[in-house]
Each structure stands twice: as structure tokens, then as C-alpha cells.
């Protein structure tokens, strides 16, 4: 049982390794919104027209959740030491 446990932690600390160095070292991810195809929303009835996709300005790339934490937190910090 101490074993399962143990390697339960063991595997979600080397996930979150994964997941910091991923973020440190490609702060950019794909933007996820359904209809999004680089940064454009198509019209469904007009198929030609297209509009910027406002969760990501219509870059088709978005900052990391774990990305965008990081930066919280080195800003409060920067602002606490002042």
C-alpha cells in the first residue's frame, strides 16, 4: 500500500516537473477555442468572412495557465520587495 502511494506522488511530482520545464521553455500553447483555425473565426454562413479570435487577438497562440501563474507570482513578489 505504502508503495502505491509512493508512486502515485512520485508520478504526479514528474508531472509537474513536465509540465514547469514546459512552460519555461515554451511559454506558448495552441489556442483551444472549438472554431479557431489560426487565429480566425469563420463564418458559418458566409464561409469567405472571418473575424479575429478574441481569446487569442488572433495570433492562434495563447500563454500557459502555468505560464500565466508564474508571472502572478513574480510580479506579487516583485511588488512585495519594494
Known amino acids: 500500500m505504502t508503495t502505491l ?3 502515485a506522488s512520485l508520478t ?9 520545464g514546459a512552460c519555461a521553455i515554451s511559454p506558448w500553447s495552441v489556442c483551444r477555442r472549438p ?10 454562413l458566409f464561409p469567405k468572412t472571418f473575424r479575429e479570435c478574441p481569446r487569442c ?13 508564474y508571472e502572478y507570482l513574480r510580479s506579487e513578489r516583485k511588488a512585495g520587495t519594494r
Request: charged share 20%.
Open 35 to 44: 472554431h479557431c483555425a489560426n487565429g480566425r473565426i469563420y463564418s458559418r
Open 57 to 69: 487577438n488572433g495570433t492562434g497562440r495563447r500563454i500557459r495557465i502555468g505560464r500565466r501563474v
Open 12 to 20: 504526479a511530482l514528474g508531472y509537474a516537473a513536465f509540465y514547469i
Open 5 to 7: 502511494v509512493a508512486l
